[in-house]
Every structure is written in structure tokens, then in C-alpha cells.
């Protein structure tokens, strides 16, 4: 009764372009917010697979650290893939960078980047120390808002984390079909955290959700909100999770028959969960 969702992104033809213009279910992005420069689509599918991948190991990590399971991570850093056109970092990164550190603090992955940089404001100067053909170097740059969430500080480039790895107490498989992106990271934990627990955590009650998820439990803001719950909705689901950023938008198909509740962390999710769940 823990669904996750998904939705469906094409480039735009004539005729998708007009069909967009009439039914608001559909949204139009230009291009380069979605494919930066110097990123080929090709590039971007292996970037939105890898995203899964490592969403599906944080989303284990963080259940299982949940209930209290010895869990060991590790990678070497952020590899930057892609510069968007408006960042500032463009000519201060470049591609196959490594970034190692974020004001001194040392970031193994791009989970870890992610929750240390969401401990900042947008507008505050960071120093970010990066490795670049086998030589230590370090850029100052200013966090900028973005380019799809309202509220989220961000740099400004496209990232993965090489070699990383999960040590896990036992196997768990997540089977996601043809799917890319880290936003389903929450809902993947809490069916994990409810498939190791004795009690079905909804109740019975049909909760879906959206939202990535970070090593420190930290949810972030997702793309395609408004289509997931409009999908949510037609699915009957009573109970709709979504992160705080998201919230403005995903908030007015709230109704007698659905409530939309933002949330910030794994454990927030859990017990908005169980209040529900227990009316």
C-alpha cells in the first residue's frame, strides 16, 4: 500500500507543444534546463539510471539505519558530468572535476553533497575543494536557487558519485522496472522499513509518495509533482507525501477524499504515517 511515482518526460514536438498549451497535466521545460550542454541525451539516460541505482542503496541505508542495522558507505567524491548554461561555476568547473569537500567538510558522494549543501542558504559563498588531473584545488562560489525548485540552494552542474559502495547486513533487492531518477529515494525506504517490520505501517490505508532521500534522512524536492499526484489521485490513494519545496504546488488538489502533507526527513515521514494511518 506504499506506492511510489513516476512520470513520463519526451522532447517536445509541434504537436506535443499545442497539446501543452490546452491541458494543464502536460509542462514545458526549455531545453537546456533539462539537457545542459556538452550533455548528450544519451549521457543523460545513463546519468538518470545511475541516479537510481544509488537513490535505491541511500533509500536501503536509511531504513535500515532506521531499525538500527550497522550499515558502511563509501565513495570517492562527486564527479561533475554536466555545467547548466547559467550557473556560476561555469567557468570554474569542468567536466570529470572531482569534488572532495564543501567549506573543509569532506563529501564522499553526491547524497553526501546534496545534505551538506541544503545546510546553506541560497546567496551564502561556499568554498568547494575539488581534485582536477591528479592536482587539489579549490573554487569560492555563491549558491544559487534551483533551476526547479523554488527555495533550494544549488551549484549548478550535474553530478554521480564513482565507486560507491554499500555495505549491507543482508541482501535487498529493489526491483524499479525501466525507471531513472532518484525521486522515488523516500517511498523506496519506507517499503523497505515496513517489509522489516512486524506491523504494516499504513493500516491497510493506500499512502503514495514522492521525494528524494538523502544518507541523513533528509528529503529533497522532486520534478513532475503536480502529474504524480494527479496519478496518486487517480489511484485512490487517501494519503499523498510530498517534500516541503514541493508543497505550494502540490497542495491544491487536496480535497475531502486526499491529504497532501509535506515532510523533511525520513523520520517526519514515518510518523505522519502512523498518525494517519491510526485515525
Request: proline share 4%.
Amino acid at each position: 500500500n506504499l506506492y511510489q511515482l513516476t512520470v513520463r518526460r519526451d522532447e517536445a514536438n509541434y504537436f506535443v507543444y499545442a497539446w501543452a498549451r490546452l491541458n494543464n497535466q502536460i509542462d514545458l521545460y526549455p531545453r537546456e534546463v533539462i539537457l545542459p550542454d556538452g550533455v548528450t541525451p544519451q549521457e543523460l539516460s545513463e546519468i538518470s539510471i545511475q541516479n537510481m541505482i544509488t537513490s535505491e542503496n541511500v533509500a536501503i541505508a536509511v531504513a535500515l539505519d532506521s531499525l538500527n542495522y550497522e550499515i558502511q558507505s563509501e565513495g570517492d567524491g562527486v564527479l561533475v558530468v554536466g555545467l547548466l548554461d547559467d550557473s556560476p561555476v561555469k567557468d570554474k568547473l569542468i567536466k570529470d572535476d572531482l569534488i572532495v569537500s564543501i567549506n573543509n567538510q569532506l563529501v564522499r558522494s553526491t547524497s553526501e553533497f546534496i545534505s551538506k549543501l541544503r545546510t546553506y542558504e541560497i546567496g551564502d559563498i561556499v568554498n568547494i575543494g575539488l581534485i582536477r588531473n591528479e592536482k587539489e584545488l579549490s573554487i569560492e562560489t555563491k549558491l544559487i536557487e534551483h533551476v526547479e525548485y523554488e527555495n533550494e540552494p544549488m551549484v549548478g552542474f550535474l553530478a554521480s558519485t564513482p565507486n560507491q559502495q554499500f555495505i549491507f547486513p543482508f541482501e535487498v533487492d529493489i526491483e524499479t522496472g525501466n525507471v531513472g531518477g532518484p525521486s522515488a529515494g523516500m517511498m523506496m525506504a519506507l517499503n523497505v522499513y515496513n517489509l522489516l517490520t512486524e506491523e504494516d505501517i499504513t493500516n491497510g490505508r493506500k499512502i503514495a509518495g514522492t521525494g528524494t532521500i538523502e544518507i541523513d534522512g533528509s528529503i529533497g524536492p522532486v520534478g513532475g509533482v503536480k502529474q504524480k499526484v494527479i496519478a496518486a489521485k487517480k489511484a485512490n490513494a487517501s494519503l499523498i507525501l510530498v517534500p516541503n519545496a514541493n508543497y505550494p504546488e502540490a497542495s491544491i488538489y487536496s480535497d475531502e477524499n486526499t491529504s497532501i502533507i509535506s515532510v523533511d526527513s525520513f523520520e517526519e515521514a514515518l510518523d505522519v504515517i502512523s498518525d494517519f494511518s491510526s485515525r
